[in-house]
């Protein structure tokens, strides 16, 4: 298959494009913004461009894709407070540009890269599909923007869509200078000799999901034969654990994989951050038959180790 892979210089599209690329042709379109050259395989083709660029519906008809898996985003609440333009810029208007490349070459399917940080502070828990959005943050905003924009562009085009709203995704090659996301930046600290900071009392908690669990959702949803788009909410789908994790829980956790004993540090409250958060994965569960399967314990311990050597 040929499949195109927006942000495949980053986290998650790295891991998911050095697995891809075993079994299918493989086209990486990524600025290196927050991505790393380091991240690129050279199994797949480069394309080093800004997805807001005027020539990327070029790149689409050059390489033809099947399938785009649209992961290049600003990803960065904290950048999205500094400048919430070039935010919506990126996740909104890049989306629209290419759900309107993908169309244009006759994509069979696009999924994009959607976040748990769509439904803000939660209504319940865990949160599904059809509860409540209310983002408090502009990169959630611009991340609930990008899924109407998808549907919009994609519905009844015959291109299928999906926008999988990934909750707190953790494992090596994430970037700790950044967003990061906490795990990333305790081993970061620890890797370092440095005790790390726990902002706020650590109770509030997070839905933590390994990458290599969010590789495995990316690679049933490019293969699954069904349509699995519809129109507003019913393209979205929850990739997570379900299972609500403490931030103090994490750090009790990593303690022992790091061989750190003593007590972290604490630090205030961070603006934008929602309390709890844990999204029902029940869903993709029906239609894909997708499960997450690796406990925090157990993917931990490759995380800290790829922070460790580098
Ligand atoms: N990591 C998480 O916990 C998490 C959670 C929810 C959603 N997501 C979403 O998953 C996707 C991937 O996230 P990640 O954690 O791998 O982040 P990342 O920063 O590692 O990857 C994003 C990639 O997109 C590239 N990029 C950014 N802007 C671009 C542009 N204008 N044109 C071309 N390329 C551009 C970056 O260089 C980077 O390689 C993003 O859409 C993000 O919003 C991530």
Excluded at 23 to 42: E, T
Excluded at 157 to 175: E, I, K, M, T, W
Excluded at 188 to 193: D, E, H, K, P, R
Aim: with cysteine; proline share 5%; hydrophobic share 45%.
């Amino acid at each position: 298959m040929r499949i195109i892979v927006t942000g495949g210089a980053g986290f998650i599209g790295s891991n998911l494009v050095h697995v891809l690329v075993q079994a299918h042709d493989v086209c990486v379109i990524d600025d290196l913004s927050s991505g790393s050259p380091d991240n690129l395989h050279p199994g797949a083709v480069t394309r080093t461009m800004d997805i807001l660029d005027s020539r990327l519906p070029e790149v689409f008809a050059e390489f033809a894709p099947e399938v785009v898996v649209h992961l290049a985003a600003q990803p960065s609440v904290a950048a999205s407070f500094a400048d919430p333009e070039r935010d919506r810029a990126v996740n909104v208007e890049g989306t629209r540009a290419v759900a309107r490349a993908a169309r244009a070459v006759g994509a069979r399917r696009v999924l994009s890269a959607s976040s748990a940080a769509v439904y803000g502070e939660p209504a319940e828990i865990p949160l599904r599909e059809g509860s409540r959005t209310e983002p408090v943050n502009p990169y959630g905003v611009s991340k609930l923007s990008a899924e109407e924009v998808l549907a919009d562009e994609l519905a009844d085009s015959g291109c299928d869509f999906a926008s999988l709203r990934f909750s707190n995704v953790y494992g090596p090659r994430q970037d700790a200078t950044g967003e990061g996301g906490v795990v990333a930046v305790f081993c970061q600290a620890l890797a370092g000799g440095e005790t790390p900071v726990i902002y706020g009392d650590g109770i509030q908690t997070r839905d933590f999901i390994f990458v290599g669990d969010v590789v495995g959702a990316l690679l049933t949803a490019i293969a699954h034969e069904e349509a699995l788009g519809g129109q507003g909410a019913a393209g979205a789908y929850n990739i997570s654990t379900g299972t609500e994790t403490t931030v103090q829980a994490l750090a009790d956790t990593l303690r022992p994989v790091a061989g750190f004993f003593a007590p972290f540090e604490y630090g205030s409250e961070r603006e934008g951050d929602v309390r709890r958060s844990a999204l029902d994965p029940a869903k993709a569960a029906d239609v894909l038959g997708w499960r997450a399967s690796v406990p925090l314990a157990t993917g931990l311990g490759p995380t800290f180790r790829w922070f460790a050597q580098r």
